[in-house]
């Protein structure tokens, strides 16, 4: 969507290689959502920040896992030595009039 | 988080109506009822959502059981542009995250 701009759109990894996915929102949003998408399922929730603060990180599937918004607008998803098993989309979403989703990250790991 | 479920798949006609149907049995009397489409490499992007009274947008009707137990998204006429995965999603009145199913694949055919 217009109101969150994600990058890289695409990214290929080589297993066990660091990556960081960005997603910056339009100015003013207070809350931050992140979900993983795998292949032919729906999202699944990774991760909540309101403002700075990382309020719910219940969905992050191992500490290998790591976000954050220092200053409480963009934010950063970082994978720590990516496994196969990570290749999927990840989506950042701002609460909105509902939700306005980024169109994603596709990441591959190889 | 209460359980929706949808058919895998439906195919509709271009210029037809479509009724996607969802059953959410354990709905509580706070929970609304929204509707999000994916279209291929895009993310998630909101569609309608009611609590009880059926709702009408520019993009397409939302009809509620009585019960609330189930309802039906309609897109008056399809056209090539819907062709995109139809998720049913249950969201309490102060709920954050979003809980998605799979969804509905459909599929337009011209």
């Known amino acids: 969507g217009a109101g969150v701009s994600q990058s890289p759109r695409y990214k290929v990894a080589k297993r066990g290689q660091d990556v960081a996915l960005r997603c910056d929102p339009i100015s003013g949003h207070v809350s931050l959502f992140w979900y993983q998408q795998a292949l032919g399922q729906g999202p699944e929730f990774l991760t909540y920040f309101q403002n700075e603060a990382q309020l719910d990180k219940s969905g992050l599937p191992s500490d290998r896992f790591f976000a954050e918004r220092p200053e409480g607008s963009v934010s950063t998803l970082k994978i720590q030595r990516t496994q196969q098993e990570d290749s999927a989309v990840y989506l950042c979403?701002?609460?909105?009039?509902?939700?306005?989703f980024g169109s994603g990250t596709r990441l591959t790991v190889v | 988080d209460a359980k929706t479920t949808q058919p895998n798949s439906m195919e509709s006609n271009e210029e037809e109506p479509v009724h996607l149907p969802c059953n959410h049995s354990?709905?509580?009397?706070?929970?609304?009822i929204h509707w999000y489409r994916q279209l291929p490499s895009q993310g998630p992007e909101y569609v309608i959502h009611g609590l009880t009274s059926n709702v009408n947008n520019r993009m397409a009707s939302l009809a509620i059981a009585e019960d609330r137990k189930s309802s039906t998204l309609i897109l008056h006429r399809a056209t090539l542009r819907d062709a995109a995965v139809y998720y049913c999603i249950l969201r309490g009145e102060y709920g954050n995250k979003l809980v998605f199913g799979a969804g509905t694949i459909l599929r337009v055919k011209s």
């Open positions: 354990t709905i509580s009397g706070t929970d609304y």
């Open positions: 979403a701002i609460p909105d009039k509902d939700y306005t």
